[in-house]
């Protein structure tokens, strides 16, 4: 069993910056960041493999980026020039294959989630 804890969410305004953090209780291969906004479905945001590889959805590439830090076990989201649509609900996720990064259902293990709201 994977724990994972996210942090670091909040309020921002159009164009401001904010970074998510999930600590996990132990290493998996593949790890990504999803979020859900009122009345839509799940979206991958970015995804990571093992091997440092990673993945964006098209509407955040450029402003967003994953990262992890192997020795503290966090992954982190950096999420710059953020818009109004980016309001979500952010969950971090971790699973032990990265054959589909950007897939809900690739990942065994999910965070609690961490709101996001910007407004404009």
């Known amino acids: 069993q994977v724990q994972l804890v996210e942090s670091g969410g909040g309020s921002v305004q159009a164009g401001g910056s904010l970074r998510l953090s999930c600590a996990a209780s132990?290493?998996?291969?593949?790890v990504g960041w999803f979020r859900q906004a009122p009345g839509k479905e799940r979206e991958g945001v970015a995804g990571?493999?093992?091997?440092?590889?990673?993945t964006y959805a098209d509407s955040v590439k450029g402003r967003f980026t994953i990262s992890k830090d192997n020795a503290k076990m966090t992954l982190y989201l950096q999420m710059n020039s953020l818009k109004p649509e980016d309001t979500a609900m952010y969950y971090c996720?971790?699973?032990?294959?990265?054959?589909?990064?950007?897939?809900?259902?690739?990942?065994?293990?999910w965070g609690q989630g961490t709101q996001v709201t910007v407004s404009s």
């Open positions: 990571m493999d093992g091997a440092g590889t990673t």
């Open positions: 996720a971790a699973g032990w294959s990265c054959r589909r990064p950007m897939e809900w259902d690739n990942y065994n293990y």
């Open positions: 132990r290493y998996t291969y593949c």
